[in-house]
């Protein structure tokens, strides 16, 4: 497929007592799964990180921040701007069981848009959306005068949301966008991993 798979690995995980990029479930850690998952659908896989000596060993590319420290508005401007692809579906690190037909569907509903971006009981789910290189300029203008909350940057961008009736096609809702973020999740996903291919 012609777009980018960007995985953020930036979050400090201090819910978790190690980075939860490497928690593992069913003896795979969660990105390695994730970088597997992307693997089978994308052109070009980027690890966005601002502690990149960790993720060489993956296999795909790694970027730090343009404008580091300044949260996951700044991995996805990373991400999106050094992309070989004019789409990218963004991920955070810490979710194992997205459903790759169900990105691959939300690119195809990017067109025009700006973004494709899932939205659960009226909370948007922007780490595991669909964005378009035009998005560049609002992030930028966002990071360069600190407006780093990232719900925020939807009121300047074009975007598709996608509601639960049209996410649960494509399976159980909580458990496609569980969180790996804590150790109570990641004990959730350990009960549900045997149902996913991982």
């Given at each position: 497929?012609k777009?980018?798979?960007v995985?953020?690995?930036g ?8 980075n939860k990029?490497?928690a593992?479930?069913?003896?795979r ?6 970088v597997d998952?992307?693997?089978?659908v994308f052109?070009e896989?980027?690890i966005i990180?601002n502690?990149p ?7 795909p590319?790694?970027?730090?921040d343009i404008?580091?420290?300044m949260?996951?508005?700044?991995g996805i401007h ?10 990218a579906f963004?991920l955070g ?6 459903n790759?037909e169900?990105v691959?569907?939300?690119?195809s509903?990017l067109?025009g848009?700006?973004?494709?971006v899932p ?8 780490l ?7 998005c ?10 600190n407006k780093v909350?990232l719900i925020?940057?939807?009121?300047e961008l074009?975007?598709l949301?996608?509601?639960?009736n049209e996410?649960?096609?494509?399976g159980?809702v909580?458990?496609?966008f ?5 150790l109570?999740a ?5 009960q549900?991993?045997?149902?996913y291919?991982?």
């Amino acid at each position: 497929m012609k777009a980018s798979g960007v995985i953020l690995a930036g979050g400090k995980s201090s819910r978790m007592k190690y980075n939860k990029a490497f928690a593992e479930i069913a003896g795979r850690s969660v990105i390695n799964i994730i970088v597997d998952k992307f693997a089978r659908v994308f052109e070009e896989i980027i690890i966005i990180s601002n502690e990149p000596q960790l993720y060489y060993e993956l296999g795909p590319v790694v970027y730090t921040d343009i404008y580091p420290h300044m949260g996951p508005v700044s991995g996805i401007h990373s991400g999106l701007y050094h992309a070989h692809h004019d789409q990218a579906f963004i991920l955070g690190c810490d979710v194992p069981f997205m459903n790759m037909e169900l990105v691959e569907y939300m690119i195809s509903l990017l067109g025009g848009y700006d973004s494709v971006v899932p939205e659960i009981d009226t909370y948007l789910q922007p780490l595991s959306a669909v964005y378009s290189k035009k998005c560049l300029p609002v992030l930028t203008n966002c990071l360069e005068n600190n407006k780093v909350k990232l719900i925020r940057i939807f009121e300047e961008l074009n975007a598709l949301t996608l509601n639960r009736n049209e996410l649960e096609k494509f399976g159980a809702v909580e458990e496609l966008f569980l969180n790996v973020n804590d150790l109570e999740a990641l004990n959730r996903a350990k009960q549900i991993a045997g149902r996913y291919q991982l």
